[in-house]
């Protein structure tokens, strides 16, 4: 992603903004339904969820597809076509590395919702939002809802779908209005159900694409 004229900037180009996504990421996360059970109840240690959070955000920047607007005030973590989210090497370090955060039993927990979002996983080639934060005191500007509508309107142009897991049921209406549509249901061991979404791209946008003149 390119930086555009409504100021999203892609963060590998700015790796200094890395911290602030991940603070970003966990202040908005810290009342989300399914994560917050887990990753935000280690009182024990505080920076729990920051260390959490800053694996997957760190990891994510070896692929250019990372954007924030306003300073990271909403930031989207976006994964190519058949792009990981983590690499190898943390994937068999996961279970220590949440055992450390988190203890046994709640990663056990974690580890069987991380399972049910990977088997609802449709194959083949799309773009996955992995996390779109905004932080609590810029709620309600439109932010975060208008950094995902300019990353699609990338996706658009390139003609690719894109899936995301709705992690509270809360903001299905809100990705329904940019388009999406339900896919799956996921169902927790918390027993909450959740949806997951997909998104054609749009033919407008193709057309336009198609039609524009070359430079």
Same mark, same amino acid.
């Given at each position: 992603m390119t930086a555009d004229d409504q100021g999203s900037l892609p963060a590998p180009e700015d790796p200094g903004l890395v911290p602030r996504i991940v603070e970003t990421v966990a202040l908005a996360f810290a009342d989300d339904p399914t994560w917050s059970p887990i990753v935000e109840?280690?009182? +024990?240690?505080?920076? /729990?969820?920051?260390?959490?959070?800053?694996?997957?955000?760190?990891? +994510?920047?070896r692929y250019p597809w990372t954007s924030a607007v306003d300073g990271a005030e909403a930031v989207a973590v976006w994964f190519p076509p058949g792009a990981e989210e983590l690499t190898p090497s943390e994937? %068999?370090?996961?279970?220590a590395f949440a055992t450390e955060l988190f203890g046994p039993r709640r990663t056990e927990e974690l580890l069987r919702i991380i399972d049910r979002f990977d088997e609802?996983?449709?194959?083949?080639?799309?773009?996955?939002?992995? =996390?779109?934060?905004?932080?609590?005191?810029?709620?309600?500007?439109?932010?975060?809802?208008?950094?995902?509508?300019?990353? =699609?309107?990338?996706?658009? +142009?390139?003609?690719?779908?894109?899936?995301? %897991?709705?992690?509270?049921? /809360?903001?299905? +209406?809100?990705?329904?209005?940019?388009?999406?549509?339900?896919?799956?249901?996921? =169902?927790?061991?918390?027993?909450? %159900?959740?949806?997951?979404?997909?998104?054609?791209?749009?033919?407008? /946008?193709?057309?336009d694409r198609q039609e524009r003149p070359a430079a």
């Open positions: 109840s280690n009182t +024990a240690d505080p920076t /729990a969820s920051r260390r959490y959070w800053e694996l997957f955000v760190r990891s +994510a920047q994937i %068999e370090e996961f279970p609802a996983r449709p194959p083949g080639e799309y773009f996955y939002l992995s =996390l779109l934060a905004t932080r609590p005191a810029s709620r309600g500007r439109g932010l975060g809802l208008g950094l995902l509508q300019a990353d =699609l309107h990338r996706l658009d +142009a390139l003609g690719q779908p894109s899936y995301l %897991e709705s992690s509270n049921p /809360a903001n299905d +209406a809100r990705y329904g209005r940019l388009g999406y549509r339900p896919h799956g249901r996921i =169902l927790l061991p918390s027993g909450l %159900e959740l949806t997951t979404m997909w998104r054609d791209p749009s033919s407008s /946008a193709m057309g």
